[in-house]
């Protein structure tokens, strides 16, 4: 028993040292790891939070969309802009705004919530519609080559056969006939490699938009 205690009383004494010579540092670990846990449960309740109330202010924006209310709708997504502006509701009300600001006869408005949807939506789909309708506004605008500079980067596989489209549209507004027609061949190809995924079959009346598109070009040769 006596060696037995004595041999116990070693490894006591062994960690007892080590103690003393990593102590510090496992406390100051654990210690870390403790505070990074705290953090994070915090940052994921301060996300909730925002995404909440930006829920709130988003559907305010919808009622005063449907109420026509250009003014208001331009200051619920100001909101959502300035606080809110980690969350996708800030992308969503950005794009929403325009639309009600372009119906109003604002396009300048407009322009600038689609900027800023470009540039810092959260998610890369309203990105790319943003993008999107930014480029068919300075279509209407006839501002062809921010136009195309809109157009330029390469958006997601569901956006593309729009993207070329919509770059076909504006070289036959400049009169670019032989461009606007490749890019109507390149919108019908994007479409045709969509064709595996059973939504898009069911496209076919846009195809045939994209089709006489085309034709048209060639008709006019």
């Given at each position: 028993m006596?060696?037995?205690?004595?041999e116990?009383?070693?490894?006591l004494?062994?960690?007892?040292?080590?103690?003393?010579l990593?102590?510090n540092?496992v406390?100051?670990i654990?210690?870390?790891?403790a505070?990074?846990?705290?953090a994070?449960?915090?940052?994921?309740?301060?996300?909730?939070?925002q995404?909440?109330q930006?829920?709130?202010v988003f559907?305010?924006l919808?009622?005063?969309?449907?109420q026509?209310?250009?003014?208001?709708?331009?200051?619920?997504?100001?909101e959502?802009?300035?606080?809110y502006?980690i969350?996708?509701?800030?992308?969503?009300?950005?794009?929403?705004?325009?639309?009600?600001?372009?119906d109003?006869?604002?396009?300048?408005s407009?322009r600038?919530?689609l900027?800023?949807?470009?540039?810092?939506?959260?998610?890369?789909g309203l990105?790319d519609?943003?993008?999107?309708?930014?480029?068919?506004?300075?279509l209407?605008?006839?501002?062809y080559?921010?136009a195309?500079?809109?157009?330029?980067a390469?958006?997601?596989?569901?956006f593309?056969?729009?993207?070329?489209?919509?770059?076909?549209?504006?070289y036959a507004s400049?009169?670019?006939?032989?461009d606007?027609?490749g890019?109507?061949?390149?919108?019908?190809?994007?479409l045709?490699?969509?064709?595996k995924?059973?939504?898009t079959?069911?496209?076919?009346g846009?195809?045939e938009?994209?089709?006489v598109?085309r034709?048209s070009?060639?008709a006019a040769?």
């Amino acid at each position: 028993m006596a060696a037995y205690d004595l041999e116990e009383q070693e490894q006591l004494d062994e960690l007892k040292t080590w103690w003393k010579l990593h102590g510090n540092l496992v406390t100051n670990i654990l210690l870390a790891i403790a505070l990074v846990a705290a953090a994070w449960q915090g940052w994921n309740w301060w996300q909730r939070q925002q995404s909440a109330q930006a829920s709130a202010v988003f559907s305010a924006l919808q009622t005063a969309a449907m109420q026509r209310d250009a003014k208001r709708v331009r200051e619920l997504a100001g909101e959502l802009v300035d606080k809110y502006s980690i969350t996708d509701y800030a992308g969503m009300g950005a794009l929403l705004a325009a639309r009600v600001q372009v119906d109003a006869g604002d396009s300048r408005s407009a322009r600038v919530q689609l900027a800023w949807a470009v540039d810092n939506a959260r998610d890369a789909g309203l990105r790319d519609l943003a993008r999107l309708r930014l480029a068919t506004l300075m279509l209407d605008e006839k501002s062809y080559d921010d136009a195309l500079k809109q157009l330029a980067a390469e958006p997601s596989p569901s956006f593309a056969p729009r993207f070329a489209e919509l770059r076909g549209d504006v070289y036959a507004s400049q009169g670019k006939m032989p461009d606007a027609r490749g890019a109507y061949e390149a919108a019908l190809a994007k479409l045709d490699a969509l064709a595996k995924d059973d939504e898009t079959r069911q496209r076919g009346g846009y195809r045939e938009v994209l089709q006489v598109k085309r034709d048209s070009i060639g008709a006019a040769k």
